[in-house]
């Protein structure tokens, strides 16, 4: 006999009802009689909005991203709008990338506001997350949607929602829309489409936002250099393939390289067992064409072209990848250095970064006589603080996870523009005799010696999620008062927003959104940070440790005594 709990089996019901096609209904029926495990992890919860909006595996149900979930969102949120601008004729894009539905997923978000009386532009065909940041303002929208699960497995997509300033949702409104979703029925959504109301948008849009992202890419290289530095780029069979070629092409990059394998894109993402450049097997092919035609730098985007991962050539001419600290690094020194240049640090800037990303960001801007602001994990926090201090210049910001946004005219992390600065500063040092990987050891000797691991666990399911969050629990019932036999100096808890100094016994809030995040300092400078990630079922612990170098000729010693420091740190913690 087939048990199924009731709080699941009234879920279900729910969708055997006549809102729902008969395709639906007949496809959870069978679901009942062959799969109630699966049954259950498609109607335990609801799909929350998490760090990067809403990801989830594709299926039916509550748990699972549809045309039911998506357009109970779209229409929460197209009810929300039209409180918010009653007064206006509401404006909304809508972009999508290579994954599976995609395209399907965004006519039907189209379809919504339509219905509800919303003037759509909707781009024809697939585009990079950035150019819809970009066209949000540039077509004068009130809000904007992107269909993407970003690095997510292919079985996965989402729904990232962006407002008036180009950024993505954040206090008060993303509670509040959520509120309007959750307050609806199924049976309440808008399908019918009104077709004068969605205006498709391409090329024109396209050309004015790669001309923009040459100009706030390019800083004085000379067209020789540029022509010189031999790229490789791999679009992992996503969509930056619609915009990096072009943009490097206008900004006078000649010696290009794609590899052709992954050019098309693909939602199955085919060469490549994950289309993240955070993970190394991601950019073997790309690193193999290196080989073959002496290249100088790789660079490899996600799916929706807001992540880019960076290959430099070592110190042994071997390629090595960067990670998105060193990246972030080498992007803001020079963002830094083309301002103070230029005699435009005037106390009236900033440069941004994240709690778990590296402390050096922090220390770098000290050194220009400019504030490093931070912020929580995602590029919707800098975003804010764009918008808060309308007062101060934004030069540029990033996170650990392979995302920067140079400028502010995308208001979220930029794989295009990016991708151009990363190669800008290539030509520049190997027109003075260097490499990316030798500028990046210059700053350690300047600034300090920061090496930074970062530790992934993935607890999928129903059980993964208890799990996940009974370590955390543990965590912060059973603290630790010390790590690789140095003592914890502080604890700083984001979830309760409470800072202890557990040197003097003193504690102060927090005074930035709530968030699940647990971090510790320790006396040798160490620090160690646990966040269950927003986007996937996993959690991660963020490592970070650092010592001066006092030259170049020490840094193989001093990164080891470094990378053994950390391997003991998580060997201490059981990770």
């Avoid at 357009?71 to 994954?99: H, M, P, W």
């Avoid at 065909?125 to 904007?144: V, Y």
């Avoid at 391409?202 to 067209?223: A, E, L, P, Y």
Wanted: net charge negative; proline share 4%.
């Amino acid at each position: 006999m087939i048990y199924i709990k009731p709080e699941i089996l009234e879920r279900v019901n729910a969708w055997l009802t006549p809102a729902f096609d008969k395709s639906t209904q007949d496809q959870i029926k069978h679901q009942i009689a062959s799969d109630p495990k699966g049954l259950e992890e498609s109607f335990y919860k609801d799909l929350e909005f998490g760090t990067g909006g809403m990801r989830g595996i594709m299926g039916l149900g509550t748990n699972r991203i549809n045309k039911y979930t998506l357009g109970k969102n779209t229409q929460g949120l197209s009810n929300y709008l039209k409180q918010s601008f009653s007064n206006e004729q509401v404006k909304v894009a809508i972009a999508y990338d290579c994954r599976h539905n995609s395209q399907t997923f965004g006519k039907v978000v189209a379809d919504v506001f339509s219905a509800n009386g919303i003037q759509v532009y909707l781009f024809e065909d697939l585009r990079a997350t950035p150019e819809l940041s970009f066209a949000l303002k540039h077509q004068g929208c009130h809000c904007g949607i992107v269909l993407t699960a970003s690095h997510n497995p292919p079985e996965y997509n989402g729904y990232k929602v962006y407002w008036q300033d180009g950024g993505q949702l954040v206090p008060p409104q993303d509670g509040e829309i959520i509120t309007e979703i959750n307050r609806l029925d199924y049976s309440e959504i808008k399908f019918d489409a009104n077709s004068d109301l969605i205006q498709y948008i391409g090329k024109d849009v396209d050309n004015v936002f790669i001309d923009n992202s040459v100009k706030n890419g390019s800083f004085n290289t000379s067209k020789e250099a540029r022509e010189n530095l031999n790229i490789v780029f791999t679009s992992l069979h996503g969509t930056s393939i619609t915009a990096v070629p072009e943009t490097l092409k206008r900004a006078g990059y000649t010696n290009v390289n794609i590899v052709e394998e992954q050019r098309e894109p693909n939602g199955d993402f085919p060469t490549v067992v994950s289309p993240n450049p955070e993970e190394p097997e991601a950019l073997k092919m790309a690193m193999a064409l290196a080989e073959k035609v002496d290249g100088d730098i790789v660079i490899g985007t996600d799916p929706d072209c807001d992540r880019l991962g960076v290959v430099v050539r070592n110190l042994e001419n071997e390629l090595v990848i960067l990670n998105g600290n060193q990246t972030m690094i080498l992007m803001t020194d020079f963002l830094l250095k083309q301002w103070k240049n230029g005699n435009k640090i005037n106390g009236n800037q900033f440069v941004a970064s994240t709690i778990v990303s590296t402390p050096m960001m922090s220390v770098l801007a000290k050194a220009y006589h400019t504030e490093c602001k931070i912020g929580l994990t995602g590029f919707k926090w800098i975003a804010k603080m764009i918008k808060d201090f309308p007062q101060l210049d934004f030069i540029g910001g990033g996170e650990e996870s392979f995302g920067f946004m140079v400028g502010d005219f995308v208001r979220d992390k930029d794989a295009v523009t990016s991708t151009l600065l990363a190669c800008e500063i290539a030509a520049q040092a190997k027109a003075n005799d260097k490499t990316l990987y030798q500028a990046l050891i210059d700053l350690y000797v300047e600034h300090g010696f920061f090496k930074e691991r970062l530790i992934s666990l993935t607890k999928k399911g129903i059980e993964g999620a208890q799990e996940i969050k009974q370590m955390m629990i543990d965590a912060r019932e059973n603290p630790l008062n010390e790590v690789n036999g140095s003592k914890v100096t502080k604890i700083e808890d984001y979830q309760l927003s409470i800072s202890k100094d557990l040197e003097n016994n003193s504690e102060k809030t927090i005074d930035i959104p709530k968030s699940n995040v647990l971090i510790y300092y320790t006396e040798d400078g160490s620090k160690i940070a646990l966040r269950p990630s927003g986007t996937e079922p996993k959690i991660k612990f963020y490592i970070s440790v650092n010592t001066k170098l006092d030259n170049v000729s020490d840094f193989a010693k001093t990164e080891q005594l470094l990378e053994n420091r950390i391997d003991a740190i998580l060997k201490g913690m059981k990770i």
